[in-house]
């Protein structure tokens, strides 16, 4: 596609109750990140794959958040037994491999309630 | 290990010039700076690798003084559609992959 394509736009959830977030990279983008981002605050990174391989998970905040890519273009972002403290916006974003900028996706709005 | 931007915010009138910048105590590969407005994706500005790179793009440019560990962002003859939330993201040395750590954002109004 022309842009990097997250859905759903916005989720409330039931606090406990699962979610799972799409990502659908630019194609050929190599490169695949999984940002937090509070209100009035910069984005914070979660994990980061390239291809299928998932290279760095070190900003995940607990083991409720999994995320994977399994054939190296799609991402899921899911949160177990969701927190009202999860409630942010996670950004997706994707890149050519190398020194390029990031092409974000709109975001999904999470609020838990 | 967050870097900081200052200012916080700015307002300007339009037509007049903002300065942006974007330090970090950690030595730097590379800084990004993207533009974001509210209820946006971020959008991508420009990158400056590691050498003193100075870049522009149409009348915002940018400049990375590697000694420092410091880079800024100018916009000259702002427009209205300038405003927007500024990020800078950072990428250390050695760290193998492109994550970027961003600052907190300085957010720039631009009035008529």
């Known amino acids: 596609g022309a842009g990097v394509s997250q859905s759903p736009r916005y989720k409330v959830a039931k606090r406990g109750q699962d979610v799972a977030l799409r990502c659908d990279p630019i194609?050929?983008?190599?490169?695949l990140f999984w940002y937090q981002q509070a209100l009035g605050q910069g984005p914070e990174f979660l994990t980061y794959f390239q291809n299928e391989a998932q290279l760095d998970k070190s900003g995940l905040p607990s083991d409720r958040f999994f995320a994977e890519r399994p054939e190296g273009s799609v991402s899921t972002l899911k949160i177990q037994r969701t927190q009202q403290e999860d409630s942010a916006v996670y950004l997706c974003?994707?890149?050519?491999?190398?020194?390029?900028?990031?092409?974000f996706g709109s975001g999904t709005r999470l609020t838990v309630v | 290990q967050q870097p900081v931007q200052s200012p916080q915010a700015v307002i300007l009138r339009e037509g007049e010039d903002a300065v942006i910048n974007c330090s970090s105590s950690?030595?730097?590969?590379?800084v990004h700076w993207y533009r974001q407005k509210h209820g946006e994706a971020p959008v991508f500005l420009m990158i400056?690798?590691?050498?003193?790179e100075q870049k522009g793009h149409e009348k915002i440019s940018a400049s990375f003084n590697e000694k420092k560990q410091q880079s800024s962002l100018y916009l000259t003859a702002s427009q209205l559609s300038y405003s927007g939330t500024y990020f800078c993201?950072?990428?250390?040395?050695?760290?193998?992959?492109?994550?970027?750590?961003f600052g907190q954002g300085t957010r720039l109004t631009i009035n008529p």
């Open positions: 400056l690798l590691k050498g003193g």
């Open positions: 974003a994707s890149s050519v491999q190398g020194a390029d900028g990031y092409t």
């Open positions: 950690k030595a730097l590969y590379s």
């Open positions: 194609s050929g983008h190599v490169s």
């Open positions: 993201g950072t990428e250390r040395e050695a760290q193998g992959a492109q994550k970027l750590v």
